[in-house]
Nanobody
Framework: QKHLVESGGGLVQPGSSLRLSCVASGFTLEDDAIGWFRQAPGKEREGVSCISTTDGRPYYIDSVKGRFTISRDLAKKMVYLQMNSLEPEDTGIYYC???????????????WGQGTQVTVSS
């Protein structure tokens, strides 16, 4: 059974950095695309970034380009989201999720972690 667990969220001030981690189990990480999504209160879940073997360069939504970096360690079965220059608008629950290919649509992902809260506030 494919399983994902996120960690690394927290409460930080604007301009700070956080690194989210997503540990995978039950499958070979390089075989699937792993996306990071976030959901703010009262808003729809949005795809932040995604990385895979088959899709080439990772994608990022425009609002995080130049600030967030996705990476993975296949040996450790980990996917990371390095978040720099955090803004209050980045606040939300962050999820990692798996799919056959990178896509921005949450409905295309087959399995999800439980989420980790990120709050950016002064």
């Amino acid at each position: 059974q494919k399983h994902l667990v996120e960690s690394g969220g927290g409460l930080v001030q604007p301009g700070s950095s956080l690194r989210l981690s997503c540990v995978a189990s039950g499958f070979t990480l390089e075989d699937d695309a792993i996306g990071w999504f976030r959901q703010a209160p009262g808003k729809e879940r949005e795809g932040v970034s995604c990385i895979s073997t088959t899709d080439g360069r990772p994608y990022y939504i425009d609002s995080v380009k130049g600030r967030f970096t996705i990476s993975r360690d296949l040996a450790k079965k980990m996917v990371y989201l390095q978040m720099n220059s955090l803004e209050p608008e980045d606040t939300g629950i962050y999820y990692c999720a798996g799919a056959a290919r990178c896509t921005r649509q949450p409905g295309s992902y087959d399995y999800w972690g439980q989420g980790t809260q990120v709050t950016v506030s002064s």
